[in-house]
Nanobody, 123 residues
């Protein structure tokens, strides 16, 4: 059974950090690009960034540049989203998703989605 499970969300104060994990099961992660998305209440889901299986990282959200980084450990079938200097506007449900090989920027190219993990940034 193909499954993606995000974890690591929680409540933090502005300026703090979180690391989210996206663990895949039922298939191997190495042939997929891993995208991270988020959805805040009342807003549409937006892309944050993506790490390809072949050609690096693509940032979808300018607000993530300089604060968020992404990595992957194919041996553990897991990808990570490191979020630093968090702001209240980063509050959202964060999702990971997979598409074949590279980061196309096409939302509809993502084949598999996790259930999401809540990140709340508040003082």
């Amino acid at each position: 059974q193909v499954q993606l499970v995000e974890s690591g969300g929680g409540l933090v104060q502005p300026g703090e950090s979180l690391r989210l994990s996206c663990e895949a099961s039922g298939f191997t992660l190495d042939r997929y690009a891993v995208g991270w998305f988020r959805q805040a209440p009342g807003l549409e889901r937006e892309g944050v960034l993506c790490i390809s299986s072949i050609d690096g990282v693509t940032y979808y959200a300018d607000s993530a540049k300089g604060r968020f980084t992404v990595s992957r450990d194919n041996a553990k079938n897991t990808a990570y989203l490191q979020m630093n200097s968090l702001k209240s506007e980063d509050t959202a449900v964060y999702y990971c998703a997979l598409e074949q090989l590279s980061c196309s920027g096409n939302y509809f190219a993502y084949e598999y989605w996790g259930q999401g993990t809540q990140v709340t940034v508040s003082s």
